[in-house]
């Protein structure tokens, strides 16, 4: 993580604050407030506001007039309630602001998320820190031979050391180019000398979205398909969830993300099994890729 | 308004509350919160929860690592700087949610601002409350003759007793009958039930959204083409905002609320009649009713 | 349905136009444009105007230049694959555009989807018609004890008769006084007359959405337990979408309608289950509605 | 534009596709449908789908069973009305596909319009094509000295010709590296081996939107403040718009593209100019900023 001290320093200053609120608030999470979570070799994700909490969830599926809570029991379960049969829109009543450093491919991927409130810093407007992401060498992995999207097993050493010279050489070699045409000598305009940096050239944003569109977000991005490198800032946001709202975070990982969904032949095809069936994938209805799924989904090989 | 009892003393607890937070927050937004402000004969609106204040639209706008702001005046200029180009995204990184009593005719009005989150009370699953809107006399008008969909001059008084006899007859009526389909004897479901209910029944939500999309709704719902039972709402909630972001809601002032858009047609009429020149409708380029808005614009008759 | 004769031979111009066309054309889809399906007693559904079919998914998912459609069967597969795991964008380039009359009790449970485009009639700017929703005998349903929000069994026949007397005798006093109103004898304001009517009335709009929101819409809407006025709107609209894009629709049924959503803890119960462990609602670790849920998925009782 | 002839025969096969359709259809548009509008020196947009005309927006307001046009006059009036006023959801009733090929740099710029559909071409699924963008010598501008997000004068001919080799050699030299990844030897997974490419790669997407947010769109990127490099692409979709929908199009340059906005303020100037009083800067009550706007937009000096 590349935080300068005068970054460090203003973080400090912020943690410092201390404000009295007819707001609820939430312990735990004004205890990582504001403090940056390390993802990456340069990146990181903080939270840098929040609004409500677990039972801001209860009182608008009750629509009340006070905090809505009854007994602890009750809550959760209206919440388990209301994850199980997909009602959103109490979850949508708490909300998060993130602050987050992260490689421009990264944020290309996670821009397509777009029930979401977004700032980034503006290269138009200033000039980029001479930061780029270099994988660690466990994760300099092949192409994946059977998933067109995926990675494979990991490089040999000599190859991974030759392959991350070439990342370290073109990175810096571009933004030293940039610093050149930025120069006094060129003077060229940021909004054009910015085209010559390279896809892991490191940006920033504040990043603020209601608890159902985050939770949607992690289902996709903590999810073992994800790209390692957005995934990892999704697994230190879901830290933060837990945090923030412990039983919905709960309800989230029983119904979603620890949930299978499986189509109606597949259903058909666990209800024959139960039955003492024997099921194969030629008599299953499913394709062979669908079988395989549906097989590691029961945990069998 | 039609606060019982417990509902007040819900909103006494709330507000008896009190956190420490790390978070920013508005002295002034505090003061008020949780609090109904009256709206026509038994609505209200009050905010139950808020994130952010001036300082988070200059922090966002900045991708600051502390809270982003230098010296007051600077602040506001670029507070104004952004209002004023329509750079939407800081202002959506401020964050407040309401909590409203309305006919639900007007709650149909309101539900077409799509940019928001809301949590209707259910009449799936619970009865309504006997409340309905019966318009102060001052506000029976005529169908205006010269704008298809606005008022015109008040009944007269002998008119105005008699149809709100008629709307408060009716209302009285039908939510009579809607009792008695919910009650033991019947035992209609309450899905069923409610559609004997008239459109000036009151419903109420929970309705969170941004600054800048608030602004949105206000600038028209504030406005005075707007239908009277919906503006009374949006000009309570003018105060509010001015109260949680008063360099914002300056800027709004002045550059939403207040200012004037003029056709390529119309700014043509004004540097021509800058220029000395005579403009009169026939000569203008523009209808009749652009002309007679033109004109109201800029204050002349 | 409530077509007046102006209106039908208004549809049959419009089902009269030939156009030609480099766009795609859905044969089955075209056949239907424009006709009015019947839905509930004076309302209906139909078709005015789509862009894109099942080829327009599988071309954008390949960002081709052509028309992107390979081997049927490869299409096919692709399609499946996109629906199987979630990958929405490609869905959301088809494009449908409904006319519906719906009852404004269900007009305001169908807003609720913010995702889509509308139009409705406006009762501030004109009259509306003298239609008002009347369950069929067969759906006056009970209170269901079991569930907060739904029905149970039906009302005996005696009863039936005496509420749907007092709902028509409602809407037809209602409506008889909203006409006095905007007579010339008072001539109220439209904009406040309306609020006289009870929300069976029917209202009518344009109703704009993707492919992959429409099916978001049908998924909650045709479901069991969505309430029954409002099912049969998607119904009707779950065979349209059929005609216009068939292996969307049949990937559709098969991982989205039909499908089922086991948590982490029924996911272990199906694997126990299979392992030929006993398993029962005290040892599952799920609540006794969960276990209730859990085996109607599979077909238990 | 680089399009293989491959590409280009897909095109064609599109072109040469003829259906009948119930649908309207715009025989101005059909005349360019699928052809690719070159755009900088390797993009290009072209039109691949579209649905609905001025007169959807007419029916759209008027909630019409038939096509829902009255005389032409009548017609353009309303939309004139519609536009002028702000009555966005006729306009969304519009709805238009491009099929685009952008920079990278562009592609993060455009993504920012968050109301609208995108299929981007995969660079984890697939390799990048060798397109990289080389501004034109004309394009090659310093840094603004009074905009800090803007261009000032173009650079000597020296210096651009440095500087283009620089921007050549380094997205050569990157896309070589990119390949070497890839190739046999190393093999690395191509979403690792894309972080080495420079922001000026080309990427390609089908982008879909509705009438009102592409002219939101097309209001912010093609105003003369917008970067030159997202600007072209606005213009030449203002070309294709106009071909669509030329009433709406009309309205939009003169009650949008051409119009201007003026603060409370500002109104307050023209007010007292127009009564002959003297305003200066000083008296304005307007910042030196503001009043250079605003002299600016009276076309003074």
């Given at each position: 993580m590349s935080l300068s001290s005068e970054q460090q320093t203003e973080i400090e200053a912020a943690r410092a604050a201390s404000h009295t609120t007819r707001r609820p608030t939430v312990a735990e999470l004004e205890e990582q407030l504001f403090n940056a979570v390390p993802v990456l070799d340069?990146?990181?994700v903080r939270v840098v506001d929040y609004m409500g909490d677990d039972s801001a969830v209860v009182q608008a599926a009750r629509v009340s007039y006070g905090r809505g809570t009854?007994?602890?029991?009750?809550?959760?379960?209206?919440?388990?309630?209301?994850?199980?049969?997909?009602?959103?829109?109490?979850?949508?009543?708490?909300?998060?602001?993130f602050h987050v450093?992260?490689?421009?491919?990264?944020?290309?991927?996670?821009i397509r998320?777009?029930?979401?409130?977004?700032?980034?810093?503006?290269?138009?407007?200033?000039?980029?820190?001479?930061?780029?992401?270099?994988?660690?060498?466990?994760?300099?992995?092949?192409?994946s031979t059977d998933n067109r999207q995926g990675r494979g097993e990991v490089l040999d050493a000599e190859i991974t050391a030759r392959v991350l010279g070439l990342l370290r050489q073109d990175a810096e070699q571009t933004y030293g180019h940039y610093e050149d045409m930025l120069g006094d000598e060129v003077g060229l305009a940021r909004e054009l000398a910015r085209m010559n940096l390279t896809l892991n050239t490191y940006t920033q944003w504040y990043w603020k979205t209601d608890l159902h569109?985050?939770?949607?977000?992690?289902?996709?991005?903590?999810?073992?398909?994800?790209?390692?490198?957005?995934?990892?800032?999704?697994?230190?946001?879901?830290?933060?969830?837990?945090?923030?709202?412990p039983l919905s975070y709960k309800a989230f990982c029983d119904y979603r993300l620890g949930a299978v969904t499986f189509s109606a032949k597949m259903l058909d095809c666990v209800k024959k099994m139960l039955a003492g069936e024997a099921v194969t994938q030629e008599t299953s209805g499913l394709s062979k890729r669908e079988w395989a799924e549906f097989y590691a989904a029961l945990g069998r090989v």
């Open positions: 340069h990146g990181f009854r007994r602890a029991l009750e809550d959760e379960g209206l919440i388990r309630y209301l994850m199980r049969h997909y009602h959103s829109t109490p979850f949508e009543m708490c909300e998060i602001k450093k992260l490689p421009i491919f990264v944020a290309r991927q996670w998320h777009r029930t979401a409130n977004v700032n980034e810093y503006s290269a138009r407007y200033s000039i980029l820190d001479k930061d780029f992401y270099l994988p660690a060498p466990e994760q300099m992995a092949k192409q569109n985050l939770f949607h977000f992690l289902r996709l991005r903590a999810d073992s398909h994800a790209q390692y490198e957005i995934r990892v800032y999704a697994e230190a946001m879901l830290k933060l969830t837990e945090a923030w709202v």
